[in-house]
Every structure is written in structure tokens, then in C-alpha cells.
């Protein structure tokens, strides 16, 4: 199974160097997500510009609005933009789900 991993982590990275995606969700264990991101972070952000196209937020301190802010404004240098929200409560629990969208739509509310 890890070979096989291997192997989809390669074909999105090779499918990221053609043609970058606007978003990529990678949902699991954070010793997994994490070699994946960095992967893609190697492939959509030259290390010159990190400082400035490279945001990573921690998930679980980090507010909603401030994400969404990051999302909104544009790398200082041309290229790729990323922004890494790592280890995110969001998709953890299906039980608060409709807490979870009031708080998301109050925070795209707040900004407006």
C-alpha cells in the first residue's frame, strides 16, 4: 500500500508541475499530509519566493478569517500562491457540522 501512495503522491505532483489546481484538500494523518504538502509546496513554490507565497497556519489556533484573508490576497511574488492550513479541526467530527458552516458563513459575513 505505500508504494501504491507513493505513486499517487507522484502523479499529483507531476499533474500540479502541468497544471496547478486552485485547491488540494489532503485529509489524514499528519506524517502522511504533511510529506504530501511539502511534496506539492516543492512543486508550486520555488524556494525563493516561500517567504513571501508560502503561508502555513496552524489549524488549531488559527481563526477562520484569518485564513480566508490569506486566501484573498495574492502572492507579493508572480507564481504560486499556497496557503497550508495544517492539522484543522474542520473535518474532524460529522456531529457539528451546521456549527461549523454558521461559523464559516460568519466569517466570510464579518469581512464583508
Keep these: 500500500?505505500?508504494?501504491?501512495?507513493?505513486?499517487?503522491l507522484k502523479a499529483l505532483c507531476a499533474q500540479a508541475k502541468k497544471q496547478p489546481q486552485p485547491v488540494y484538500l489532503l485529509l489524514g494523518e499528519s506524517?502522511?499530509?504533511g510529506a504530501a504538502a511539502h511534496a506539492l509546496i516543492d512543486v508550486l513554490v520555488p524556494p525563493a519566493s516561500r517567504d513571501f507565497n508560502l503561508e502555513t497556519y496552524d489549524g488549531r489556533t488559527t481563526s477562520m478569517p484569518t485564513v480566508l484573508d490569506s486566501l484573498r490576497m495574492r502572492g507579493l511574488f508572480p507564481g504560486n500562491k499556497v496557503v497550508w492550513l495544517r492539522e484543522t479541526t474542520l473535518f474532524l467530527s460529522n456531529e457539528k457540522k451546521g456549527d461549523l458552516t454558521a461559523a464559516l458563513l460568519d466569517a466570510?459575513?464579518?469581512d464583508r
Excluded at 500500500?1 to 499517487?8: C, K, Q, R, T, V
Aim: aromatic letters at 0%; charged letters at 30%; a negative charge.
Design 1 to 8: 500500500m505505500a508504494s501504491e501512495g507513493a505513486a499517487d
Design 31 to 33: 506524517v502522511s499530509t
Design 108 to 110: 466570510i459575513e464579518e
